[in-house]
Structure formats: structure tokens, C-alpha cells
């Protein structure tokens, strides 16, 4: 080692905020069992069935970051552009799943008259 050089230990922020969000997400589904109230339940029941759409949106939004944040920049850190996304994100989400269960149910439906 070099005079003058200093190593220290080094944690990236990724892996402090999930070992806090973790733990934040566990105690938060913890007391919103305890509360009983079905709007939660319900919210989030929504977002696991659509959770491969808005993941797969996901990937687009945060890939197209150059493109779209210049429209979006308002404010610190980018985080107008991250509130838009994310909920630009969720709906377009849903609206996709909606999309694809409507066009399954229908070939299913031909399916069944084309064997009668």
C-alpha cells in the first residue's frame, strides 16, 4: 500500500435501502393484516396479478430515461419523472392485463363454437 493511500469499507446505497425497505415491507403487511381493512388487500391483490406487465412497462420507461426525462424534469432527483413513470407505469399495466385477458377470453370462445 501506497503512502498516503486509505481504504475503507464501502457500502453501496442499494443494499442499505433494501435491507431497510425490506423489513419496512414485511412489518408494513404485517399491521395492514391487523387492521382488516380490504382497500389494501385489494390494491395490492391488483398489482400481483399485473405484476409481469408493469415489470415488463418497467423496463421500457427505465430504458427510454434519456428520451422521456427531459420532458418530465421537474424538480430533484428526477423525481417528478419517477412519479410520472411509476404511475403511467401501474396504469398502463393494468390496462395491458385487462387487454390480454379480454383477447384470451374471445380466442377461447372461437375455440369452443370451432369444436361444436
Given amino acids: 500500500m501506497g503512502a498516503g493511500i486509505r481504504r475503507g469499507f464501502y457500502i453501496n446505497f442499494c443494499y442499505i435501502a433494501i ?3 425490506m423489513p ?6 404485517w399491521l395492514l393484516d391487523g387492521l382488516r381493512i380490504e382497500g389494501p388487500h385489494r390494491f395490492l391483490r391488483l398489482l400481483g396479478k399485473n405484476s409481469l406487465e408493469i415489470y415488463l412497462l418497467n423496463v ?9 426525462a427531459p420532458l418530465l ?5 428526477c423525481l417528478f419523472f419517477s412519479l410520472s413513470c411509476w404511475t403511467l407505469n401501474i396504469l398502463l399495466g ?11 377470453a374471445r380466442l377461447s370462445c372461437r375455440r369452443e363454437a370451432a369444436r361444436r
Avoid: N, W, Y
Fill in 19 to 21: 435491507s431497510m425497505l
Fill in 24 to 29: 419496512g415491507c414485511l412489518l408494513l403487511s
Fill in 60 to 68: 421500457v420507461f427505465t430504458r427510454e430515461f434519456d428520451t422521456l
Fill in 73 to 77: 424534469d421537474h424538480g430533484p432527483r
Fill in 94 to 104: 393494468l390496462a395491458l392485463h385487462r387487454g390480454i385477458e379480454a383477447a384470451k
